[in-house]
């Protein structure tokens, strides 16, 4: 994928995301079933384009071990994400009701090493990572100060309210617009 386009479609499948998770508990449960499915692989998705979104950050920044080692941090993060997102993906296609599918999640949790991994630790690396290299851009004048301030408003809103996801999601296609351009004139190695 071309990296701009991972810029806008990144921060567009998180909207997608909260918006169907809102829509998925309209009848007062969420998961399993078709929304459940659905959102959370297109957040299996833009955690697949913010490995890039990293790579590309990284590489704004100019080469330098601390942008290194917060992409590694970050991409890391995401990973952890992915496991999380997968086995929710997976509890909900083998669950009947949302009473298995929250026990297929603990049954998982359960596992030596899940619950820190991929659940308690891991997933605030991707966050931590993010917010960092967005700092690391800003100090050195590749975006404007005012980006920092978006991108930690977006972590932010799922802390407030999960609900809020979808501001969070529109505060992070905003922040990530002046990236997508700026990667549209940086040459595309295929």
Known sequence: MNPRTAFIAAPLLVLAYGVIRIVDGFDGVRGPGPAWTIGHLA???ALVLFVGI???MREMIGPSAPARATAAVATLGALALFGQFAV???????ADDHAELVAISR???SWPGVRPVIYDFGPYLFYVGQLALVVQLAAHRVVKAWMPVLVLADLVMPLIDKDLIPVGAVLLLVSFAPLARRAARRPVLV
């Open 43 to 45: 957040f299996l998705a």
């Open 88 to 94: 929710d993906v997976v509890a909900g296609l083998l």
């Open 54 to 56: 990293f790579h590309q």
């Open 107 to 109: 049954e998982v949790r």
